[in-house]
């Protein structure tokens, strides 16, 4: 009998293990599948709100159309305190029309009564030097200044100027400094052609010979030409486009973009940013910069005149951000437009992968 009762408690135990073990498996079940679900609505809700924040950019850029084709009628003209009151982007696009950048936050309601932010800025695109214009009319002035601004050490403008021209120009002659396929490219590993065409954008100078990241961007340069092996320097990159029509806009360039325009000296260039700072209108309003060429050769007469035709005050090209944002999770978008007969082309374009 009592063998019996040994044998109905090791059943009891036997079952009870398994009932343990089952009731954990279907814990672990229970839970895992809350943890995916929980995961899979995060992952929902993010690329709900990424796709969000993608159309809210989407939306600044047609902001952005509106404010150039705004802007585009507000060239030269007085500021209008009535339209000032009356319409929204009034201020801003005046800003724009006298060849000011213009920075906005802007709130955009969505579905279920949340709402998407805006981040958009507007730049004129001739506030900085053409480099495809210099090189191919081999304009060696504005290539020194250019370089000097950007801290590059004399040493290196022989190649860096050479191996510019060469690689726009159309023929596959090196000059002294410079460098072609045959000479210097298809020796490279790996090797490839030189342009021998228009830069595409700023960028694609880091293919040309001498022309490094630091160059562009600013950093350290090192090497053994230098008194101390190294070298900081601020580069030449922000200098730079491969847009327009050579000239620039006085009323957007910054003071180092001034001084790379031959006739233009570090007083000139001073002169340009503190009339632009300090000036206002009849209307006792902030006026941004000059209202034609002919105003600013009157401020400034002894500009030479046979560098007269590099200078501007408006812009028919323009570099826009746009950032849309929902909940954090952000979307950019950066392109190039010109506006033109009324209506936007896009020139360059880049956004988030």
Same mark, same amino acid.
């Given at each position: 009998?009592?063998?019996?009762?040994?044998?109905?408690?090791?059943?009891?135990?036997?079952?009870?293990?398994?009932?343990?073990?089952?009731?954990?498996?279907?814990?672990?079940?229970?839970?895992?599948?809350?943890?995916?679900?929980?995961?899979?609505?995060?992952?929902?809700?993010?690329?709900?709100?990424?796709?969000?924040?993608?159309?809210?950019?989407?939306?600044?850029?047609?902001?952005?159309?509106?404010?150039?084709?705004?802007?585009?009628?507000?060239?030269?003209?007085?500021?209008?305190?009535?339209?000032?009151?009356?319409?929204?982007?009034?201020?801003?696009?005046?800003?724009?029309?006298?060849?000011?950048?213009?920075?906005?936050?802007?709130?955009?309601?969505?579905?279920?009564?949340?709402?998407?932010?805006?981040?958009?800025?507007?730049?004129?695109?001739?506030?900085?030097?053409?480099?495809?214009?210099?090189?191919?009319?081999?304009?060696?002035?504005?290539?020194?200044?250019?370089?000097?601004?950007?801290?590059?050490?004399?040493?290196?403008?022989?190649?860096?100027?050479?191996?510019?021209?060469?690689?726009?120009?159309?023929?596959?002659?090196?000059?002294?400094?410079?460098?072609?396929?045959?000479?210097?490219?298809?020796?490279?590993?790996?090797?490839?052609?030189?342009?021998?065409?228009?830069?595409?954008?700023?960028?694609?100078?880091?293919?040309?010979?001498?022309?490094?990241?630091?160059?562009?961007?600013?950093?350290?340069?090192?090497?053994?030409?230098?008194?101390?092996?190294?070298?900081?320097?601020?580069?030449?990159?922000?200098?730079?486009?491969?847009?327009?029509?050579?000239?620039?806009?006085?009323?957007?360039?910054?003071?180092?973009?001034?001084?790379?325009?031959?006739?233009?000296?570090?007083?000139?260039?001073?002169?340009?940013?503190?009339?632009?700072?300090?000036?206002?209108?009849?209307?006792?309003?902030?006026?941004?910069?000059?209202?034609?060429?002919?105003?600013?050769? $009157? *401020?400034?007469?002894?500009?030479?005149?046979? =560098?007269?035709?590099?200078? /501007? #005050?408006?812009?028919?090209?323009? @570099? &826009?951000? $746009? *950032?849309?944002?929902?909940?954090?999770?952000? =979307?950019?978008?950066?392109? /190039? #437009?010109?506006?033109?007969?009324? @209506? &936007?082309?896009?020139?360059?374009?880049?956004?988030?992968?």
């Amino acid at each position: 009998m009592s063998k019996g009762n040994g044998n109905n408690g090791s059943s009891r135990g036997s079952a009870l293990i398994v009932v343990l073990w089952v009731t954990g498996l279907l814990a672990m079940l229970v839970a895992s599948f809350a943890f995916e679900a929980h995961l899979e609505a995060r992952i929902t809700n993010y690329y709900r709100n990424r796709t969000q924040a993608y159309y809210s950019a989407r939306s600044g850029l047609a902001l952005a159309e509106l404010l150039v084709s705004k802007s585009a009628g507000l060239q030269g003209a007085e500021f209008d305190a009535t339209r000032a009151d009356q319409e929204r982007w009034y201020e801003k696009a005046r800003n724009l029309a006298e060849g000011g950048f213009i920075s906005l936050e802007h709130t955009l309601p969505i579905e279920g009564g949340e709402f998407a932010s805006i981040r958009l800025r507007i730049e004129p695109e001739p506030a900085r030097r053409n480099i495809n214009v210099i090189a191919r009319e081999e304009d060696d002035e504005s290539m020194e200044r250019i370089l000097d601004m950007g801290g590059i050490p004399q040493e290196l403008w022989p190649v860096l100027i050479d191996s510019l021209y060469d690689w726009v120009d159309e023929d596959d002659i090196p000059r002294p400094d410079g460098a072609e396929t045959d000479d210097y490219y298809a020796n490279l590993d790996p090797p490839y052609r030189a342009k021998d065409g228009p830069l595409d954008t700023v960028g694609e100078m880091l293919l040309i010979r001498g022309y490094t990241r630091e160059i562009l961007e600013g950093g350290r340069l090192t090497g053994s030409m230098f008194e101390t092996d190294e070298l900081y320097v601020q580069g030449i990159g922000d200098l730079l486009t491969v847009h327009g029509d050579g000239r620039v806009n006085v009323n957007a360039a910054s003071e180092r973009v001034l001084m790379t325009i031959p006739g233009m000296d570090a007083l000139i260039a001073g002169d340009v940013v503190r009339l632009r700072e300090e000036w206002v209108d009849e209307a006792g309003e902030d006026r941004q910069g000059f209202r034609s060429e002919t105003e600013f050769f $009157s *401020e400034f007469p002894d500009f030479p005149e046979e =560098h007269r035709g590099l200078v /501007t #005050v408006d812009s028919a090209i323009f @570099r &826009i951000t $746009s *950032e849309g944002v929902l909940y954090g999770v952000r =979307h950019t978008i950066w392109c /190039t #437009v010109e506006f033109s007969d009324g @209506r &936007i082309q896009i020139l360059e374009w880049r956004e988030d992968d």
